[in-house]
């Protein structure tokens, strides 16, 4: 026995096993302005992640209340808030930046076309965590428009799927729609044989695969902001964690979309 076991410093720094890994550049980490668009099962965890990563100035935006059907895939919201109606972008700040105490959190009450194209300049990731595509292709045109990396995610069951955009440079959601190899990818993961690219209706959703989409969002923002654009998915990862596959698909950039110019 060797007596009493004191912490050294190493474990004095909260992110001392984040700066083992030889790419992350923790430092340009903790200076990065995000903006997460959608509190829901995707959001939470978004922000979550990002929180632990070492982000601390995040801007969340979301329209909607708390409810009971949030609570089996929502980390941050607890049975009295949805008794009580909460905001989720009031609860998700408040839970956030309990994780850590330098984090900043501002929260928006309200939809994703309110927020001026202008005022999204200041970040540098833009995620998407959307359910519905009119707001997914408002998000993706503004970002591309002030050339902020844009990051999308969406779930349906245990199938979900991440987007890389890095205006101008490669593909967007828009150019992904176009393309008929890529309607066939999303027929193949999509849960009924239909060609789905977002889906407006209510959705089957759990944690686990909310979770594995939020993750790889965020693992590619962390590359982005390190400047390992390079490593990024080019430029969309579908995922089945039924039968445990993922795919990667190369997109082309169209040349007719207008959000190239
Ligand atoms: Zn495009």
Same mark, same amino acid.
């Given at each position: 026995?060797?007596?009493?076991?004191?912490?050294?410093?190493?474990?004095?720094?909260?992110? /001392?096993?984040? #700066?083992?890994? !030889?790419?992350? *550049? $923790?430092?340009?980490? =903790?200076?990065?302005?995000?903006?997460?668009?959608?509190?829901?099962?995707?959001?939470?965890?978004?922000?979550?992640?990002?929180?632990?990563?070492?982000?601390?100035?995040?801007?969340?935006?979301?329209?909607?209340?708390?409810?009971?059907?949030?609570?089996?895939?929502?980390?941050?919201?607890?049975?009295? /808030?949805?008794? #009580?109606?909460? !905001?989720?972008? *009031? $609860?998700?700040?408040? =839970?956030?930046?309990?994780?850590?105490?330098?984090?900043?959190?501002?929260?928006?009450?309200?939809?994703?076309?309110?927020?001026?194209?202008?005022?999204?300049?200041?970040?540098?990731?833009?995620?998407?965590?959307?359910?519905?595509?009119?707001?997914?292709?408002?998000?993706?045109?503004?970002?591309?428009?002030?050339?902020?990396?844009?990051?999308?995610?969406?779930?349906?069951?245990?199938?979900?799927?991440?987007?890389?955009?890095?205006?101008?440079?490669?593909?967007?959601?828009?150019?992904?729609?176009?393309?008929?190899?890529?309607?066939?990818?999303?027929?193949?993961?999509?849960?009924?044989?239909?060609?789905?690219?977002?889906?407006?209706?209510?959705?089957?959703?759990?944690?686990?695969?909310?979770?594995?989409?939020?993750?790889?969002?965020?693992?590619?923002?962390?590359?982005?902001?390190?400047?390992?654009?390079?490593?990024?998915?080019?430029?969309?990862e579908?995922y089945?964690?039924?039968?445990?596959r993922s795919e990667?698909?190369?997109?082309?950039?169209?040349?007719?979309?207008?959000?190239?110019?």
């Amino acid at each position: 026995m060797t007596g009493t076991i004191r912490p050294g410093f190493i474990d004095e720094d909260r992110y /001392d096993r984040s #700066r083992r890994i !030889a790419w992350l *550049d $923790v430092e340009r980490v =903790r200076r990065t302005k995000c903006l997460v668009v959608g509190v829901g099962a995707l959001g939470n965890e978004v922000v979550k992640d990002l929180v632990l990563s070492g982000i601390q100035d995040i801007t969340i935006v979301d329209m909607d209340q708390v409810v009971r059907s949030n609570l089996n895939r929502c980390v941050f919201f607890r049975e009295g /808030d949805a008794e #009580r109606s909460l !905001a989720k972008v *009031d $609860v998700v700040a408040q =839970r956030a930046m309990e994780l850590a105490p330098d984090v900043r959190i501002n929260s928006i009450e309200g939809k994703v076309e309110d927020i001026a194209t202008e005022e999204l300049v200041r970040f540098d990731v833009i995620f998407g965590c959307l359910d519905n595509i009119a707001a997914r292709l408002h998000l993706n045109a503004q970002a591309g428009h002030v050339k902020v990396p844009y990051i999308d995610g969406g779930t349906d069951g245990f199938r979900g799927k991440v987007q890389v955009v890095l205006p101008p440079a490669t593909p967007c959601l828009q150019c992904a729609m176009n393309q008929s190899h890529q309607r066939i990818l999303e027929r193949r993961f999509s849960c009924t044989g239909a060609e789905v690219v977002v889906h407006e209706r209510k959705i089957a959703a759990e944690i686990t695969t909310s979770s594995i989409i939020a993750a790889i969002q965020v693992r590619e923002a962390l590359k982005v902001i390190s400047g390992r654009s390079e490593a990024c998915i080019r430029h969309v990862e579908y995922y089945d964690g039924y039968q445990v596959r993922s795919e990667c698909y190369e997109l082309e950039l169209d040349p007719d979309c207008p959000n190239h110019g």
